[in-house]
């Protein structure tokens, strides 16, 4: 018996994504904050121009 694959398409990505964020946006948020550290995707340049705009460190 020949195996069928199921192809995936952006669609299904997209829409099953879709239905895990919403019935686990909390969970997922946690995730994404304990395995990313989203200081390392700002640039120092931002940092430096933002606070020297507001006058702080």
């Known amino acids: 018996m020949p195996v069928q694959a199921?192809?995936?398409n952006f669609s299904?990505?997209?829409?099953?994504?879709?239905?895990?964020?919403?019935?686990?946006?909390?969970?997922?948020?946690s995730m994404l904050n304990?395995?990313?550290?989203?200081?390392?995707?700002i640039p120092l340049s931002f940092y430096q121009k933002y606070y020297s705009n507001f006058g702080r460190k």
């Open 6 to 8: 199921k192809q995936l």
């Open 12 to 29: 299904n990505i997209s829409s099953d994504f879709e239905k895990f964020f919403n019935q686990n946006q909390y969970n997922l948020l």
């Open 34 to 41: 304990h395995f990313f550290d989203i200081s390392d995707f």
